[in-house]
Nanobody, 125 residues
């Protein structure tokens, strides 16, 4: 079965950096788009970034462009989220997700079929 396993979360000070990883297994993902979402306590799950597995085309939440970078390593079946200049408002549980690349609605959590368990990112002020 499909498994998405996130890692790399933790506690970091304002201005610091973290790199999240999402290890994917259980099927061929070449025709898929991989997304990162985040959910702060008491809030909805919001889109962060996405990348197509085959050609590596990316899109980002407008508010995060320039600070966050999504990438993938096809050989390792792993997607990354590099987060720089972190702010307390970036504190959330970060989730990795997968959806067929042809499907529309990739900015919305409802558009994704598979999800990881999430990894906590806490940014202290």
């Amino acid at each position: 079965q499909v498994q998405l396993v996130e890692s790399g979360g933790g506690l970091v000070q304002t201005g610091g950096s973290l790199r999240l990883s999402c290890a994917a297994s259980g099927r061929a993902f070449s025709g898929y788009r991989m997304g990162w979402f985040r959910q702060a306590s008491g809030k909805e799950r919001d889109f962060v970034a996405a990348i197509t597995w085959s050609v590596g085309s990316t899109n980002y939440a407008d508010s995060l462009k320039g600070r966050f970078t999504i990438s993938r390593d096809n050989a390792k079946n792993t997607v990354y989220l590099q987060m720089n200049s972190l702010k307390p408002e970036d504190t959330a549980v970060y989730y990795c997700a997968a959806t067929p690349a042809f499907r529309s609605g990739s900015l919305y959590a409802a558009g994704y079929d598979y999800w990881g368990q999430g990894t906590q990112v806490t940014v202290s002020s």
